[in-house]
């Protein structure tokens, strides 16, 4: 693109840019503050220093930009009893593909090959990637059959790689080394070969690990022996907070952020993406996550710079009373969606909004003035900033934890409500002179111009993405 054609797109957003603040100055009464001088701002004030609210502008301009998918991904596909048929089959898959979920780890179904079949097909009919989850290796006899699976099902075109074990002992790291070598010389270097890893509550004992080394805490040290011994594409892990007693919660949510820092820490010392399970279903004495709690799970993973996450669980497993029975999703056992099945679909909408700008950037940091010490102390050290580009302060109601990120000389922030309690406001104070900005939230583009000020709302559990660049609407 020639500089002529970006120079007359950048004049056409200043003359708007002239106009919004005009219009807004009037009807202001010539008010254009960046905010009050107290510890929050009122998102209207702040707006009118340079910032494009229009919604029609904000919509096409949004609708210009291009979406990055993000995998979703999900536990536990409808049982064979509901999927009898490839029809039965494809209308099932089309409807986990209506609620937003784009990737399965599949679960037993390689223990009947017309089911795993079925389910295969749908997967491809509906553009549903699919990990193949392998048997755990305890011999090299293990091995070998995993090897079988993976020949059965490596050339299906939805297959886009294979779980290798899941939540693995630091005892099965040399075996889990040794099948991924042979599957990779299987399978190709075009398919994704993970694990997904114990949370840090796991105890010592299944971790594998007796005690932490080199000062390290027994987890970290879990990791490092895991990604130095076995190494794989994507750093994955699932951390469940959310127990019947709520009074619990803030316990669990500190060990979250510590357990998030670990992963975000080893995934970008390895250069892998890190992975992540949120919870959406209710088992033993877990709650089922309400809508606010939802989100806050999504926006507190995103924040923390993960590619990709999966939900726990999609379908009920059985009817039997106690063991998998007592697990509920979005989908109960004879198939019928469940508030959950709603609930995972209008979040996904939600994240969905931003058009994956937030995977265009990777991670640096958090500032963490804003944020209560009782959280900003689970943040590890080397995750916390002074500082981060031009922004010089923030005002806001709510407890935030801001993302710091990075692309080449772009610089992003995730800005999130860190408490499904209540939403709030924030007001951001950029440099002398200002900068673009782009705010992108649930609906898209909600503001984009030039200014040194920008405020927004935030939903219970809600982030918003920060872009320092603007964007026009194509005029």
């Known amino acids: 693109m020639d500089g002529t054609g970006y120079g007359l797109r950048k004049v056409i957003l200043l003359i708007l840019v002239i106009m919004q603040i005009t219009l807004t100055s009037c009807s202001n009464g010539g008010a254009s503050g960046a905010g009050s001088s107290g510890g929050s701002a009122s998102p209207d004030e702040s707006v009118t220093a340079g910032m494009i609210t229009d919604p029609d502008f904000c919509r096409k301009a949004g609708e210009g930009v291009e979406v990055i998918d993000m995998r979703i991904g999900m536990w536990v596909a409808p049982r064979a009893h509901l999927m009898k048929t490839q029809e039965e089959a494809d209308r099932r898959f089309a409807e986990i593909r209506e609620a937003g979920i784009n990737m399965y780890y599949?679960?037993?179904?390689?223990?009947?090959?017309?089911?795993?079949?079925?389910?295969?097909?749908?997967?491809?009919?509906?553009?549903?990637?699919?990990?193949?989850?392998?048997?755990?290796?305890?011999?090299?006899?293990?091995?070998?059959?995993?090897?079988?699976?993976?020949?059965?099902?490596?050339?299906?075109?939805?297959?886009?790689?294979?779980?290798?074990?899941?939540?693995?002992?630091?005892e099965v790291n040399p075996l889990l080394s040794t099948q991924k070598i042979k599957l990779r010389e299987l399978a190709g270097d075009g398919k994704i070969l993970m694990c997904n890893l114990f949370p840090n509550y796991a105890p010592p004992a299944k971790l594998g690990v007796a005690e932490g080394v080199g000062g390290r805490t027994v987890y970290q040290t879990y990791l490092d022996r895991f990604m130095s011994e076995v190494g794989t594409d994507a750093l994955s892990f699932?951390?469940?907070?959310?127990?019947?007693?709520?009074?619990?919660?803030?316990?669990?949510?500190?060990?979250?952020?510590?357990?998030?820092?670990?992963?975000?820490?080893?995934?970008?010392?390895?250069?892998?993406?890190?992975?992540?399970?949120?919870?959406?279903?209710?088992?033993?004495?877990?709650?089922?996550?309400?809508?606010?709690?939802?989100?806050?799970?999504?926006?507190?993973?995103?924040?923390?710079?993960?590619?990709?996450?999966?939900?726990?669980?999609?379908?009920?497993?059985?009817?039997?009373?106690?063991?998998?029975?007592?697990?509920?999703?979005?989908?109960?056992?004879?198939?019928?969606?469940?508030?959950?099945?709603?609930?995972?679909?209008?979040?996904?909408?939600?994240?969905?909004?931003?058009?994956?700008?937030?995977?265009?950037?990777?991670?640096?940091?958090?500032?963490?003035?804003?944020?209560?010490?009782?959280?900003?102390?689970?943040?590890?050290?080397?995750?916390?900033l002074d500082g981060f580009g031009s922004l010089e302060s923030v005002k806001t109601d709510r407890n935030l934890l801001i993302g710091c990120f990075r692309n080449g000389d772009g610089i992003a922030y995730y800005v999130m409500n860190f408490g499904y309690s209540a939403g709030g406001s924030a007001t951001l104070t950029f440099g002398e002179g200002g900068c673009d900005i782009t705010v992108w939230g649930s609906e898209g583009i909600e503001q984009t111009g030039h200014s040194d000020t920008v405020g927004f709302t935030l939903r219970a559990g809600e982030g918003k993405f920060i872009e320092l660049k603007a964007y026009s609407d194509g005029r």
């Open 106 to 170: 599949s679960f037993y179904e390689e223990k009947d090959d017309a089911w795993l079949d079925r389910m295969l097909r749908a997967a491809e009919k509906n553009g549903v990637g699919v990990l193949i989850s392998l048997d755990r290796v305890y011999s090299g006899s293990d091995i070998e059959k995993n090897l079988e699976l993976a020949r059965r099902t490596k050339d299906y075109s939805c297959v886009i790689g294979f779980n290798m074990y899941d939540e693995p002992s630091a």
């Open 238 to 384: 699932d951390f469940y907070p959310f127990q019947a007693n709520s009074s619990t919660d803030k316990d669990y949510l500190r060990n979250m952020l510590r357990n998030l820092s670990d992963i975000a820490l080893s995934a970008k010392k390895n250069g892998v993406p890190a992975w992540g399970f949120i919870q959406d279903s209710s088992w033993d004495a877990t709650r089922v996550p309400d809508d606010d709690e939802l989100r806050f799970l999504s926006h507190a993973h995103l924040a923390f710079g993960l590619k990709s996450y999966s939900y726990f669980l999609y379908a009920q497993p059985s009817d039997k009373s106690g063991g998998e029975g007592i697990f509920k999703g979005m989908i109960d056992y004879d198939g019928n969606r469940t508030e959950i099945y709603d609930r995972v679909k209008k979040n996904n909408e939600e994240i969905a909004g931003m058009r994956g700008r937030f995977l265009d950037y990777g991670l640096e940091g958090f500032l963490t003035d804003n944020i209560s010490s009782a959280y900003r102390s689970c943040i590890a050290d080397e995750l916390r």
